[in-house]
């Protein structure tokens, strides 16, 4: 039995069988109409999401199979006290997969250790969230046509954003990436990335405060938002939350073929003035991302149908 906890858990070789999937998916969605009939799907979020958890379960519908839902933290018996490996063995009882977002980092992990289904981090703390990078890498590779070769910046909160860590540790695998990271000082992208996927895999990369400096050379602008639930105090959060806003005036030293991206939800990181400019891609990523999580459902459940 498979679970994706973090995004190493799916080689290079599956993540291109995942897009080959997506994109039939795309091409010939009738093909998959059935493909779950009859499976069921318990999405678990312990924190707020409206894409993610509305993505799977779209995801699931569109599969042709049926969603249980937990969407509120409160009204499960989490608050009662329960433990989450015994959450885990109960739904195991009444679902076939499990999506599970959690505060706790590694709470997925432990779910996953005790279920006897396949159970998938959509977002631990501020740890990991794979689904968003496959959402992520779907994207790139439908706006560039590779996911080697590229300069790719990724702008704000980079300590605490967790899709920041798990795209940072998804693309590392692919020839010729470097990494651009502008962040505050105080929310640089932890040591333990650095150390055990920059270091490791001799990726390069620089880091900075200026992000209109280096603007010019990426080639993908991954924005993301300052993670207001993780801070421990609420003055440093308004300190550090506009510190970068990207508006058309910024943009105009850009590439043509800049790809913005943003795991959304946005603040005030990105004008809406730059939604209408044919370089945003974030709209696309949420799209994109169905299609993604319908081919890993397909993946886990073992049901045929991937390329
Ligand atoms: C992200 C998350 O939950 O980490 N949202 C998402 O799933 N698309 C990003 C964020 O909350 O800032």
């Not at 894409?51 to 608050?79: C, I, K, P, Q």
């Not at 895999?201 to 603007?215: F, H, S, W």
């Amino acid at each position: 039995m498979r679970h994706l906890i973090e995004i190493g858990d799916l080689s290079v070789g599956e993540i291109d069988a995942l897009i080959r999937t997506a994109q039939d998916i795309i091409g010939v969605p009738e093909r998959y109409a059935d493909a779950c009939r009859g499976k069921k799907l318990a999405t678990l979020f312990f924190e707020p999401s409206t894409r993610t958890r509305l993505s799977f379960e779209a995801a699931m519908y569109e599969l042709g199979g049926n969603v249980l839902s937990v969407s509120d933290a409160g009204t499960s018996s989490a608050a009662k006290g329960e433990s989450v490996a015994d959450t885990a063995k109960t739904v195991s009882c009444y679902a076939d997969i499990i999506a599970m977002r959690h505060p706790k980092e590694g709470a997925p992990m432990v779910a996953a250790m005790n279920a006897s289904v396949p159970v998938i981090n959509a977002g631990d703390g501020g740890h990991n969230h794979p689904t968003q990078t496959l959402a992520d890498l779907f994207t790139i590779w439908r706006e560039k046509g590779r996911l080697g070769e590229l300069t790719v910046g990724f702008c704000g909160d980079l300590k605490f954003g967790r899709t920041v860590h798990s795209l940072i540790s998804a693309l590392s695998r692919y020839e010729g990436v470097r990494f651009v990271l502008v962040s505050p000082e105080e929310l640089k992208l932890p040591s333990y990335v650095k150390k055990d996927v920059l270091a490791r895999g001799g990726i390069p990369y620089e880091q900075t405060t200026d992000l209109e400096a280096v603007l010019p050379t990426l080639d993908v602008l991954y924005m993301t938002r300052v993670q207001r639930e993780r801070f421990f105090n609420e003055e440093d959060y308004l300190r550090l939350k506009d510190r970068y806003i990207l508006t058309p005036d910024k943009l105009r030293g850009a590439r043509q073929d800049l790809s913005v991206m943003h795991p959304l939800p946005r603040v005030n990181e990105i004008s809406v003035a730059i939604d209408a400019d044919p370089r945003a891609c974030y709209f696309k990523q949420v799209l994109n991302g169905k299609f993604m999580r319908m081919a890993l459902i397909l993946m886990l459940l073992e049901v045929g149908y991937v390329h």
